[in-house]
């Protein structure tokens, strides 16, 4: 019986060790806030204070993950919904969309082992991330090449949605990565595009999956 109970509280309050650093410095002010409504007894405020920063707390998770892929394996970047996968604007990639809701991990991962190139940022509008126009909000690209060759590429996008329009990229141009290494996260609802040369790989997932970073095989090198 106290096997069951520590899984059930693992699996409710597991994620606490996980929250990052901003999760905690967000908690601790929505706290110290709902201590100062509290002295003045204004409880309501006070309590939706504490859900905040517990919501907070929650969304800047990052559980460890430690996934080993196969040397053709392509890791997705991203938690939550695939929107589409379909060739855009360059006939010779297809691009996979993820959709990020409020609840899901906004940490993204490498898809490959190999090399960064350049990273480039964009300026734009602040859509729903999962609005179809939502390509063209701010964002921000990763080029990722699979042992550093250019025939093999795996970018990883970062796009904003509505609400907090906050990117962070944790890496930088010309550097070493492993698959499923941190590459950046992406605040409050948002989007992850992917992508991949359009006959050299074979795309796994499907529109309207749920997927994990550095969990979910996104597809497989021909």
């Known amino acids: 019986m106290l096997e069951d109970i520590n899984r059930t509280l693992s699996k409710c309050f597991g994620w606490v060790s996980t929250v990052l650093p901003l ?3 967000f908690f ?14 204004l409880r309501t405020l006070g309590v939706l ?12 998770r990052d559980p460890k993950r430690e996934t080993v892929f196969a040397e053709d394996e392509i890791a997705c970047p991203a938690d939550g919904t695939v929107l589409s996968i379909k060739t855009e604007e360059d006939p010779n990639s297809v691009v ?12 993204q991962r490498s898809t490959v082992t190999g090399k960064t190139g350049e990273i480039f940022y964009n300026k734009g509008t602040f859509l729903f991330a999962n609005n179809p126009a939502a390509d063209k909000n701010e964002r921000n690209l990763i080029q990722l090449f ?4 250019p025939a093999q590429f795996a970018h990883v996008e970062q796009i904003t949605g509505a609400i907090a329009r906050r990117i962070e990229c944790w890496v930088k141009p010309q550097q070493d990565i492993k698959t499923g290494a941190h590459l950046g996260l992406v605040r409050f609802g948002s989007q ?7 006959d050299g790989v074979r795309i796994l997932v499907k529109e309207g999956q749920k997927v994990q970073g550095g969990v979910t095989v996104l597809g497989l090198w021909k």
Do not use: Q
């Open 23 to 25: 999760g905690l410095k």
């Open 28 to 41: 601790a002010i929505a706290v110290a806030a709902a201590a100062v409504f509290l002295f003045f007894d």
């Open 49 to 60: 204070c504490l859900l905040a920063g517990c919501f907070c707390a929650y969304f800047f």
């Open 96 to 107: 996979v969309r993820i959709f990020l809701s409020i609840f899901d991990v906004h940490v």
């Open 146 to 149: 699979k042992n550093g060759n």
């Open 192 to 198: 992850v595009a992917v992508y991949l040369p359009k």
